[in-house]
């Protein structure tokens, strides 16, 4: 059974990190390409973060730039994304994403909170 899981939502302090986690199963994520989005209350879901799997590279959304980086373990079957100087915007509920044509795959979410 093919499954994303996201874990490691929280509620932190603006300037404060976190450290999301999907593992994945039923599938070998090394040959998909990954992803981070995120949809706050009454918006739309948008990209937070992509990334290839050929190569890499990476495509960060400008809000995140140089605060979020994500990372995969092909060995593991996960994926991260690490979160640094959060601020009030952030908050949101997280995906996690993994794709090659014509699979699309998305996790259940997890709730990110940046408040005071």
């Known amino acids: 059974q093919v499954q994303l899981v996201e874990s490691g939502g929280n509620l932190v302090q603006p300037g404060g990190s976190l450290r999301l986690s999907c593992a994945a199963s039923g599938f070998t994520l090394g040959y998909y390409a990954i992803g981070w989005f995120r949809q706050a209350p009454g918006k739309e879901r948008e990209g937070v973060v992509c990334?290839?799997?050929?190569?890499?590279?990476?495509v960060y959304a400008d809000s995140v730039k140089g605060r979020f980086s994500i990372s995969r373990d092909n060995a593991k079957n996960m994926v991260y994304l690490q979160m640094n100087s959060l601020k009030p915007e952030d908050t949101a509920v997280y995906y996690c994403?993994?794709?090659?044509?014509?699979?699309?795959?998305w996790g259940q979410g997890t709730q990110v909170t940046v408040s005071a």
């Open positions: 994403n993994a794709g090659i044509v014509p699979r699309d795959y």
């Open positions: 990334a290839r799997s050929s190569d890499g590279s990476t």
